[in-house]
């Protein structure tokens, strides 16, 4: 029996990251590292998602919030992004003796990929705007208990489809795979 792990993409690769200061990733990184490890000691296979934000926005864009990203065009690339790996989910759930997939593990605080928490805010607008205007947008930004666009989406897309695969963060993954020995 083969276990699956499908992970957002900058889970293994980052950078896609948005740039920034890498010091203010490092818990991230810590998280991913142990599940990286336990990944690696139970012989787990990784599926990885697509990273919406590079792909339609490059490695030059600006931090966003959910926000920005609820509009007709970014949600349907993510319907069309999506496909091919609900595709593949799919072939994998019709042989249930052969395959596990253990869960869909997202990026909490991201526009995209959280999944129980997300950045949402009023952003928007003329950067060159004076400061106190830009700092005011910049503090309308929070944290608010809701799927990101990506996770939104992909949740939607797995319910339509009635494929019961889990979506979990990062320390849902580690605590799912420490409880079971999965070589
Ligand atoms: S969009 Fe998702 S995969 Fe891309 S950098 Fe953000 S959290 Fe990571």
Same mark, same amino acid.
């Given at each position: 029996?083969?276990?699956?792990?499908?992970?957002?993409?900058?889970?293994?690769?980052?950078?896609?990251?948005?740039?920034?200061?890498?010091?203010?990733?490092?818990?991230?990184?810590?998280?991913?590292?142990?599940?990286?490890?336990?990944?690696?000691?139970?012989?787990? *296979?990784?599926?990885?998602?697509?990273?919406?934000?590079?792909?339609?926005?490059?490695?030059?864009?600006?931090?966003?919030?959910?926000?920005?990203?609820?509009?007709?065009?970014?949600?349907?690339?993510?319907?069309?992004?999506?496909?091919?790996?609900?595709? *593949?989910?799919?072939?994998?759930?019709?042989?249930?003796?052969?395959?596990?997939? +253990?869960?869909?593990?997202?990026?909490?605080?991201?526009?995209?990929?959280?999944?129980?928490?997300?950045?949402?805010?009023?952003?928007?607008?003329?950067?060159?705007?004076?400061?106190?205007?830009?700092?005011?947008?910049?503090?309308?930004?929070?944290?608010?208990?809701?799927?990101?666009?990506?996770?939104?989406?992909?949740?939607?897309?797995?319910?339509?489809?009635?494929?019961? +695969?889990?979506?979990?963060?990062?320390?849902?993954?580690?605590?799912?795979?420490?409880?079971?020995?999965?070589?």
């Amino acid at each position: 029996m083969k276990k699956l792990l499908i992970v957002s993409h900058c889970i293994l690769n980052t950078a896609s990251k948005v740039a920034m200061d890498e010091k203010e990733l490092a818990e991230e990184y810590e998280v991913k590292g142990r599940l990286m490890r336990l990944v690696i000691e139970q012989n787990v *296979q990784l599926l990885q998602l697509p990273c919406p934000e590079f792909i339609m926005y490059g490695s030059k864009r600006w931090g966003h919030v959910k926000n920005q990203f609820m509009h007709p065009h970014f949600r349907n690339e993510c319907r069309k992004m999506l496909e091919p790996i609900l595709l *593949q989910v799919e072939e994998y759930l019709t042989y249930p003796e052969e395959f596990e997939i +253990v869960g869909i593990v997202s990026v909490e605080g991201s526009p995209s990929c959280g999944h129980r928490l997300t950045c949402v805010g009023e952003w928007g607008g003329e950067l060159a705007g004076d400061d106190t205007e830009l700092l005011e947008t910049r503090d309308t930004c929070r944290m608010a208990e809701e799927p990101g666009v990506l996770m939104q989406i992909l949740e939607e897309e797995l319910q339509r489809r009635t494929m019961d +695969v889990s979506i979990m963060s990062m320390e849902k993954a580690i605590e799912v795979l420490s409880q079971v020995k999965y070589l």
